[in-house]
């Protein structure tokens, strides 16, 4: 079986891409850790698509609340000690602390490229009136956090596919299939599936 496909974490992309979306997010009140490790997901995503290769060369595993950085936990006291990013232990809005840039105005974004930049211009854009449980519930219509056992690495050719959603006509049917299986038993061909008339 073909080992997923992994990157080297980039340390100066990675900081900058923090600092610049903390810096663009700082009149955003929903601004906090899972928003910005969901916006870097999804930077990483749509450059992966576009160039071949993630942003910030972070691999991400599947969380509770979404897919963030492997060794995330490290990473963000590493940005605390660097003084990339603040906490503000004093502000109240629960499991979702607002993470903001240790000083505003100062973002060094040369490691960044501009192409870089608008990946993350456009998920800004994309998620600027989401909340944090808002992005969270986002992110787990993801094929990559469905598919993946909480804790693991994800691969990066599921990354950035969403779940179809179930209309009410494909959940009746399954409904109406799951009934017949229960009536008839488990004897239940392909062809009974797919065909809609049958059940």
């Not at 080297?8 to 979306?21: D, H, R």
């Not at 000690?81 to 993470?99: A, I, N």
Request: proline fraction near 5%.
């Amino acid at each position: 079986m073909e080992k997923p496909k992994r990157f080297q974490l980039q340390w100066e992309k990675l900081k900058a891409a923090v600092t610049y979306l903390a810096e663009s997010s700082l009149h955003d009140d929903n601004f906090g850790e899972t928003k910005l490790v969901n916006l870097l997901y999804y930077a990483d995503c749509a450059a992966y698509f576009r160039t071949g290769r993630p942003i910030t060369g972070s691999n991400y595993v599947r969380r509770g609340y979404g897919l963030c950085p492997e060794d995330w936990r490290s990473i963000a006291e590493q940005l605390e000690r660097e003084e990339v990013l603040r906490v503000d232990p004093e502000d109240s809005r629960g499991s979702h602390p607002p993470w903001q840039p240790a000083s505003a105005g100062t973002a060094d974004t040369h490691a960044l490229t501009k192409q870089e930049r608008a990946f993350l211009d456009e998920q800004l854009r994309r998620f600027a009136g989401f909340n944090a449980a808002q992005i969270e519930e986002y992110s787990h219509d993801e094929v990559a956090w469905r598919t993946t056992e909480p804790g693991r690495v994800i691969p990066w050719e599921l990354t950035g596919f969403r779940m179809p959603k179930l209309t009410d006509d494909v959940k009746e049917r399954g409904q109406r299939i799951a009934d017949h299986i229960r009536k008839h038993g488990r004897r239940v061909t392909r062809v009974l599936v797919e065909r809609q008339d049958v059940v």
